[in-house]
């Protein structure tokens, strides 16, 4: 099978995959016990039931689930997903727009810093083993590995926001700055958004790269034990050599069958700690919206991550090609 054929019958089963979580996703919320009509009318001292029921027809919660459903799968073959029940009927799109980028901007770096360090210092105890730093970095590759996310996130803005005063407590900018954005240069907003995107980078990186640079110092002494890494000893190759082409480019393709599985919890972990950083992201926003029962935000953020956790999963599949040759689709 050519790789344009493979690459075809992929995305058919992506398009399968994502008409299953929309599924899913519908029925989820449909089976949580609650009545979003009727806690959106509980602030209201002088709520009736016709109001709640008004509002329910508004929503179209008053129909059938049936039919809740097929509108909804009409919906999204239109690229529509609705409008927001809390955010004053936002249209859900907008929404999705306006929070990507900043999802994105954070997933993106947690996933490329934790992998870099994680891959080079689970290499590099490998090669180290048996001493100290091995011993070391794998008591705290576990001890990071089994923390609670949260936890973590919680202690690091209570020491460096709330105690020190380092970092900004939440946000992606500052509104002073932006507000006179004509006055203030493209640079200094660049390094103002990187001064909010520190601490969850940073937290991010420390909750990813722990399971993976011991991932990678298993799978490194593994291939340091095969054959032909000792004919390449024997053949007087210096170890910089041996280390980095011939027992570093054979763990790659384990490490990408790594990144696949991380990228679910990656994507988990990101949701809280945009959350607790106060990040405006996808994954606060779905976290938010399924608190509030906003049944379309919640849909259409968890659909559009859905397809970005399976778009990201079909290009590792295909970089599998191009790091063995063996493979062939």
Not at 11 to 27: C, D, K, W, Y
Not at 127 to 136: D, H, N, P, S, T
Not at 272 to 289: D, H, K, Q, Y
């Amino acid at each position: 099978m050519s790789m344009f054929r493979f690459v075809v019958k992929r995305t058919v089963g992506i398009v399968v995959m994502m008409f299953i979580i929309a599924t899913l996703t519908f029925a989820l919320f449909r089976m949580m016990p609650s009545d979003p009509a009727g806690i959106r009318m509980a602030a209201n001292p002088k709520k009736t039931p016709e109001m709640v029921e008004k509002q329910r027809e508004l929503w179209g919660l008053d129909k059938s689930y049936p039919e809740q459903y097929v509108i909804f799968i009409k919906n999204l073959l239109h690229g529509k997903f609705g409008n927001s029940y809390y955010l004053g009927g936002k249209d859900v799109y907008d929404i999705i727009k306006e929070k990507l980028p900043a999802t994105v901007l954070l997933f993106t770096s947690v996933m490329v810093l934790s992998f870099s360090l994680g891959m080079y210092l689970g290499r590099y105890i490998a090669w180290k083993r048996g001493g100290k730093l091995e011993y070391g970095s794998t008591v705290l590759g576990m001890f990071l590995y089994s923390m609670p996310v949260f936890w973590i996130c919680l202690l690091a803005l209570w020491v460096f926001s709330y105690r020190l005063g380092l970092f900004p407590i939440s946000g992606i900018k500052t509104d002073a700055l932006w507000v006179t954005s004509a006055e203030t240069s493209t640079f200094v907003k660049v390094l103002d958004i990187g001064y909010h995107l520190f601490m969850p980078l940073t937290v991010g990186v420390i909750i990813s790269f722990a399971g993976i640079m011991l991932m990678m110092k298993n799978v490194m002494l593994e291939t340091l034990g095969e054959d032909y890494i000792t004919t390449a000893r024997a053949k007087g190759l210096p170890e910089d050599v041996i280390r980095d082409h011939h027992a570093g480019r054979n763990v790659m393709l384990p490490m990408v069958t790594v990144f696949t599985l991380s990228l679910v919890g990656s994507l988990g972990g990101s949701m809280i700690v945009e959350r607790v950083f106060g990040w405006p992201g996808l994954g606060a926003e779905f976290l938010n919206a399924a608190m509030n029962y906003d049944y379309p935000v919640a849909q259409g953020a968890f659909i559009i991550m859905g397809a970005l956790l399976l778009v990201a999963i079909l290009i590792t599949e295909i970089l599998y090609a191009y790091l063995d040759p063996r493979i062939k689709y």
